[in-house]
C-alpha cells in the first residue's frame, strides 16, 4: 500500500529553523507534483510550497523568501526547509504528492497523516 511519511516537525522559538520532510513508499511508478500544506486550529488546509518533477517552485507570499521546497526523486522524498518561523507558521503541516502506481495510467493525489509545528513568542 502507498504511504507518506513526515516528520521533522516540533516546538521551536521565533526566528528559529525546521526541516520538514516527507517519504513515499509502495509500487509507485513515477511522482508528478509534491507539495506542503498546513493547517492551523478553526482554518481551512492551505497551500504553502509546491515543486514540480522537473524542479520548478511555487510558494505562498506569506512564506517567500523564508521557505524552501525541494525533492530526491531517488528517495522519493520532498523537503521543507523553514527559516525566520513566525508564530503565525503554527499548524499541522501536511505533504502531498501526484503519484502514478504500478498498473494504473493515471497520477492520484495522496496525503501524509500531518506534523505539528508549534512557534513560540
Known amino acids: 500500500q502507498v504511504q507518506l511519511v513526515e516528520s521533522g516537525g516540533g516546538l521551536v522559538q521565533s526566528g528559529g529553523s525546521l526541516r520538514l520532510s516527507c517519504a513515499a513508499s509502495g509500487s509507485i511508478v513515477s511522482i508528478g507534483v509534491m507539495a506542503w500544506y498546513r493547517q492551523a486550529p478553526g482554518n481551512q488546509r492551505e497551500l504553502v510550497a509546491l515543486?514540480?518533477?522537473?524542479?520548478?517552485?511555487n510558494y505562498a507570499d506569506s512564506v517567500k523568501g523564508r521557505f524552501t521546497i525541494s525533492r530526491d526523486n531517488a528517495k522519493k522524498t520532498v523537503y521543507l526547509q523553514m527559516n525566520s518561523l513566525k508564530p503565525e507558521d503554527t499548524a499541522v503541516y501536511y505533504c502531498?504528492?501526484?503519484?502514478?502506481?504500478?498498473?494504473?495510467?493515471?497520477?492520484?493525489?495522496?496525503w501524509g497523516q500531518g506534523t505539528q509545528v508549534t512557534v513560540s513568542s
Open positions: 502531498n504528492a501526484q503519484l502514478r502506481l504500478l498498473y494504473r495510467r493515471t497520477l492520484s493525489d495522496y
Open positions: 515543486i514540480s518533477s522537473e524542479g520548478s517552485t
